[in-house]
């Protein structure tokens, strides 16, 4: 063999993962796609595509997009899987016939499910070893579920031996093969040689006229290439979704298998069974989470915090010692060290609050940024602001920063006191150290270390509520 030969043989792709994501999901009785339903915090696809990418000899991740494929490429655009498209949905034989120009340039690929989330790393790595080991040009993972109904049975040789004859789905079992317990998972290695070979040879002499990837197994038997199988350490990795109890069921497994990782990790969960912890939400040890919180999406949570109940916090980085009191809801935002929120408060996104700060009772903020040390403790909405280091802002306190057309900016000092039941019409700056009188409408900038008063002159006419309900009491 020559230099470049060799070279050209080298450089030849090992591996290529192929998920499976063009299906309608019908028995779900939804609109949506089945691999875009959510259980953990993410899309079904969303969990597969991670997974696979955790697999070490993995070149590229192909998704087959048919049934709204567009809003599929969509959901999962920032993932760096690779699309091919299979425009009629004509079965799981028929999609890796759609495959067949991505795949031929690979030695192997390995084809998932797109609706079976809970699949881990350490299996597939598993199951591609026993594929090399073999010599197979299909291993097929099985799995042993308590109860396998609805599954395609795995037909063996023998028991105790490693090839298989065929995959028998189950409306087509004997009654003899009805006792058989080890079950087809859809997750399948190729050699892809054989299978480009023998794909073409696929019929759809079915109820449904579509072209099954189970059926390889046959055909490669017959002739003459060894099928194989490899059961999976457990059965509920392999477990699929394909009603909306099957989906609430997964994403239950998913929540307690993050509850229970952040609890090995230091975190106090009380009662965990009645908290929504997302997939990707982290928290460093020592911090409390209360019961009937929800952390969602990628937020994370420094040490020494406690969350109490009834919160619900969204994409948001807490840093440590932050109490967030009860039923707070807090989206996309930053607090500080030592920061205390709530109770009942709302940190709408791109708000930014500072270490020590407090943000109290029925507060909206809304890309609002409070220094150090600052408080908005009653009553008030923050929106479009920036509140410096040590500023008291007082009960009712609004500033106005929509105009109709455009949204403006608040500015307030270090230092400052802004009374109660006042309002500030934005664009418009508060010097440092500057005091604004309650229930005053500020509607120009204040120096610093000044006084603002913006309200009416009170007018008290003594005697004027006696002389009225006389004057009721004479109408009668």
């Given at each position: 063999?020559?230099?470049?030969?060799?070279?050209?043989?080298?450089?030849?792709?090992?591996?290529?993962?192929?998920?499976?994501?063009?299906?309608?999901?019908?028995?779900?009785?939804?609109?949506?796609?089945?691999?875009?339903?959510?259980?953990?915090?993410?899309?079904?696809?969303?969990?597969?595509?991670?997974?696979?990418?955790?697999?070490?000899?993995?070149?590229?991740?192909?998704?087959?997009?048919?049934?709204?494929?567009?809003?599929?490429?969509?959901?999962?655009?920032?993932?760096?899987?690779?699309?091919?498209?299979?425009?009629?949905?004509?079965?799981?034989?028929?999609?890796?016939?759609?495959?067949?120009?991505?795949?031929?340039?690979?030695?192997?690929?390995?084809?998932?499910?797109?609706?079976?989330?809970?699949?881990?790393?350490?299996?597939?790595?598993?199951?591609?070893?026993?594929?090399?080991?073999?010599?197979?040009?299909?291993?097929?993972?099985?799995?042993?579920?308590?109860?396998?109904?609805?599954?395609?049975?795995?037909?063996?040789?023998?028991?105790?031996?490693?090839?298989?004859?065929?995959?028998?789905?189950?409306?087509?079992?004997?009654?003899?093969?009805?006792?058989?317990?080890?079950?087809?998972?859809?997750?399948?290695?190729?050699k892809v040689g054989p299978l480009l070979?023998?794909?073409?040879?696929?019929?759809?002499?079915?109820?449904?006229?579509?072209?099954?990837?189970?059926?390889?197994?046959?055909?490669?038997?017959?002739?003459?290439?060894?099928?194989?199988?490899?059961?999976?350490?457990?059965?509920?990795?392999?477990?699929?979704?394909?009603?909306?109890?099957?989906?609430?069921?997964?994403?239950?497994?998913?929540?307690?298998?993050?509850?229970?990782?952040?609890?090995?990790?230091?975190?106090?969960?009380?009662?965990?069974?009645?908290?929504?912890?997302?997939?990707?939400?982290?928290?460093?040890?020592?911090?409390?989470?209360?019961?009937?919180?929800?952390?969602?999406?990628?937020?994370?949570?420094?040490?020494?915090?406690?969350?109490?109940?009834?919160s619900v916090i969204?994409?948001?980085?807490?840093?440590?010692?932050?109490?967030?009191?009860?039923?707070?809801?807090?989206?996309?935002?930053?607090?500080?060290?030592?920061?205390?929120?709530?109770?009942?408060?709302?940190?709408?996104?791109?708000?930014?609050?500072?270490?020590?700060?407090?943000?109290?009772?029925?507060?909206?903020?809304?890309?609002?940024?409070?220094?150090?040390?600052?408080?908005?403790?009653?009553?008030?909405?923050?929106?479009?602001?920036?509140?410096?280091?040590?500023?008291?802002?007082?009960?009712?306190?609004?500033?106005?920063?929509?105009?109709?057309?455009?949204?403006?900016?608040?500015?307030?000092?270090?230092?400052?006191?802004?009374?109660?039941?006042?309002?500030?019409?934005?664009?418009?700056?508060?010097?440092?150290?500057?005091?604004?009188?309650?229930?005053?409408?500020?509607?120009?900038?204040?120096?610093?270390?000044?006084?603002?008063?913006?309200?009416?002159?009170?007018?008290?006419?003594?005697?004027?509520?006696?002389?009225?309900?006389?004057?009721?009491?004479?109408?009668?």
């Open positions: 063999m020559s230099k470049e030969a060799g070279k050209q043989k080298r450089s030849t792709p090992k591996l290529a993962v192929v998920i499976m994501a063009a299906g309608k999901g019908t028995r779900l009785k939804t609109r949506r796609p089945k691999v875009l339903h959510e259980v953990g915090g993410k899309p079904l696809l969303s969990h597969v595509i991670a997974t696979a990418g955790k697999l070490a000899d993995a070149e590229n991740i192909y998704a087959i997009v048919g049934h709204h494929a567009e809003r599929v490429r969509e959901a999962v655009a920032g993932t760096g899987v690779r699309f091919i498209e299979q425009k009629e949905q004509r079965g799981t034989g028929h999609a890796i016939q759609c495959a067949r120009e991505a795949i031929s340039g690979y030695e192997h690929i390995l084809v998932l499910s797109g609706d079976v989330p809970l699949i881990q790393a350490d299996t597939l790595q598993h199951l591609m070893t026993v594929h090399s080991a073999e010599g197979a040009a299909m291993t097929i993972l099985t799995a042993v579920p308590d109860d396998p109904t609805g599954y395609g049975r795995i037909i063996r040789r023998s028991p105790d031996f490693s090839e298989v004859d065929a995959i028998i789905e189950e409306k087509a079992l004997t009654p003899a093969q009805r006792s058989i317990r080890e079950i087809n998972s859809g997750i399948y290695a190729f070979k023998y794909l073409d040879k696929l019929k759809n002499v079915n109820a449904h006229g579509e072209f099954y990837l189970t059926d390889m197994a046959a055909l490669l038997h017959g002739a003459g290439e060894k099928v194989a199988a490899q059961k999976a350490a457990e059965a509920a990795d392999v477990l699929g979704a394909n009603t909306i109890a099957e989906l609430v069921l997964l994403d239950a497994r998913i929540r307690a298998a993050t509850a229970n990782r952040l609890m090995a990790a230091g975190v106090t969960i009380f009662r965990p069974e009645t908290c929504v912890i997302d997939a990707e939400v982290q928290v460093d040890p020592d911090t409390i989470i209360e019961p009937f919180v929800q952390l969602l999406g990628a937020t994370r949570i420094g040490t020494d915090c406690r969350i109490r109940s009834y969204e994409n948001c980085a807490l840093g440590k010692n932050v109490l967030v009191l009860p039923g707070c809801v807090l989206g996309e935002s930053t607090v500080a060290d030592g920061a205390r929120i709530g109770p009942f408060a709302h940190l709408r996104p791109g708000s930014e609050i500072g270490q020590d700060a407090h943000v109290g009772n029925f507060v909206e903020t809304k890309k609002a940024k409070l220094g150090k040390g600052a408080k908005a403790n009653h009553l008030s909405y923050l929106g479009d602001a920036e509140v410096g280091a040590g500023t008291n802002i007082g009960a009712g306190v609004i500033t106005c920063n929509y105009d109709g057309e455009k949204k403006h900016l608040t500015r307030i000092g270090q230092g400052s006191f802004v009374g109660s039941d006042s309002t500030l019409v934005a664009p418009i700056e508060i010097g440092d150290g500057a005091y604004i009188g309650a229930g005053s409408c500020i509607t120009r900038n204040v120096p610093s270390g000044a006084l603002a008063v913006g309200r009416s002159r009170q007018v008290t006419k003594e005697g004027w509520a006696a002389a009225r309900r006389a004057r009721k009491e004479e109408q009668k």
